[in-house]
């Protein structure tokens, strides 16, 4: 990764913080979203549904969009089998020491999961589907310290700015390995910027 690019990101966007950070273009609501999902997300909850339905619209259009609503879909899901759903979030978090090949394990399962709950309640529907994106999501609600948002797209425009070496892949060929590589070598570029 080049540094120098790096570092003339960052010294724009301190530059243009006032402009990046202002209420018209305000990027920070993803932070209110994860610091909302860790007030409301509740693991334990005795009404799971009751309780993943006051998270919805917490995450606005992070997760689900005018053409797909995959926490919706888990939202409805958690109707008819709460435990169920419960579960796929309890493995999918997991313990946060675990490596990233045990967490891209777990991402796959809950896709799985997923994938049979919308055949069993939605057969045929495309719209409540989730992805490796969607699934990281619910990862970095969770645990925002450690875990990172994944656009492929901005990924992968981003990466080729800064010349990252390592390859991303993308859809089913998605390496999450070399993406937190990267993300980390990122984090640490901040922390050495003045």
């Given amino acids: ?11 724009k966007y301190i530059d243009g913080f006032e402009t990046i950070n ?18 409301l997300f509740d693991i334990n909850a005795p009404d799971f549904a009751a309780m993943l339905y006051k998270v919805l619209p917490t995450t606005v259009n992070l997760i689900d969009n005018s053409k797909v609503e995959p926490l919706n879909g888990l ?13 796929m979030f309890r493995n999918l978090f997991g313990n946060k020491e675990d490596d990233i090949d045990t967490m891209q394990s ?28 969607t699934v990281m999501a619910y990862i970095f609600l969770n645990d925002p310290e450690n875990n990172f948002l994944y656009k492929s797209t901005e990924v992968r425009k981003f990466a080729e700015c800064v010349n ?16 937190y590589r990267m993300c980390n070598e990122i984090v640490d570029a901040i922390k050495e910027y003045p």
């Fill in 1 to 11: 990764m080049d540094k120098s690019i790096l570092n003339n990101l960052f010294q």
């Fill in 22 to 39: 202002s209420p018209e273009n305000n990027e920070t609501y993803k932070w209110a979203i994860a610091y909302d999902w860790k007030e």
């Fill in 75 to 87: 939202c409805i899901y958690s109707k008819h089998e709460p435990d169920t759903v419960r579960e």
């Fill in 106 to 133: 777990r991402i796959d399962h809950f896709l799985i999961s997923n994938e049979k709950l919308t055949d069993k309640y939605a057969h045929g529907s495309w719209r409540y589907a989730n992805a490796q994106n």
């Fill in 164 to 179: 990252f070496s390592g390859e991303l892949g993308s859809g089913k060929t998605f390496n999450i390995k070399e993406y």
